[in-house]
């Protein structure tokens, strides 16, 4: 089974700065996809980014980037000139070609001014 | 972009009563939805998956006749909780995704249902 890993509970950054949020996962598929997601305190689920494994190319989204390392199983996701409204859960996410979604235990983010 | 509706937003039943949640997607069909659970300060869990016409595929340890899943249309899927315990008190996700393979290959989630049982 596939397993997600956030080892960072809570992550704080100054208004303007910017911070990377850390993600792993296990899996023996070659063929997959990872997500990062954003969950405000209205705990909408938004879509932050996504890569496809199959991709060597980092996938980036304006303020958003990803360092996807496909031999280390590693996702991290960098958010540059961070905003207040940045301030959120942030979940890591795989999905295989079942389409199943597994999540990561979150990361909190909070941004200060 | 896809829409996923999710309704009732907040619930409070009476302990052995059931509740149901819908699930629909607004502007695309969805073939799979999920159901995912979320404790507070925690990750979401997912429950089941169903499947448009067919029987759900519920995740190890979830309790299939206490969470009965049904996914008569292409565009709803919904989700009892019967005879509710406070246990069961918890943060209800579901998520779509497509059917026709448009759009991004992660799901739109539904705006979440906060069930307390009292």
């Known amino acids: 089974a596939q397993t997600v890993t956030q080892s960072q509970p809570e992550m704080s950054v100054q208004e303007a700065e910017t911070v990377t949020l850390s993600c792993t996962y296990d899996?023996?598929?070659?063929?997959?996809?990872l997500f990062w997601y954003k969950q405000p305190p209205s705990r909408q689920m938004i879509l932050v980014i996504r890569q496809e494994a199959y991709k060597q190319q980092n996938a980036t989204e304006n303020r958003f980037s990803v360092n996807f390392q496909k031999a280390a199983k590693s996702f991290s996701l960098k958010i540059s000139d961070s905003q207040l409204g940045d301030t959120a859960m942030y979940f890591c996410?795989?999905?295989?070609?079942?389409?199943?979604?597994?999540f990561g235990a979150g990361t909190r983010l909070t941004v200060k001014p | 972009g896809a829409v996923v509706s999710q309704h009732p937003s907040r619930v409070i039943c009476k302990s052995g009563t059931s509740v149901k949640i819908e699930c629909r997607s607004l502007?695309?069909?969805?073939?799979?939805m999920f159901w995912y659970r979320q404790f507070p300060k925690q990750s979401l869990m997912l429950m089941a998956t169903s499947n448009e016409g067919s029987k759900a595929t519920y995740e190890q340890g979830v309790e299939k006749d206490k969470f009965l899943i049904n996914h008569a249309s292409l565009t709803l899927s919904t989700l009892t909780v019967t005879s509710a315990h406070p246990e069961d008190s918890s943060f209800y996700i579901c998520?779509?995704?497509?059917?026709?393979?448009?759009?991004?290959?992660?799901?739109?989630f539904g705006s979440g249902t906060r069930l307390t049982v009292v």
């Open positions: 899996t023996s598929e070659s063929n997959y996809y």
């Open positions: 996410a795989f999905m295989n070609n079942n389409n199943d979604m597994r």
């Open positions: 998520s779509a995704r497509d059917g026709t393979g448009r759009g991004t290959y992660g799901y739109t």
């Open positions: 502007d695309f069909q969805a073939t799979t």
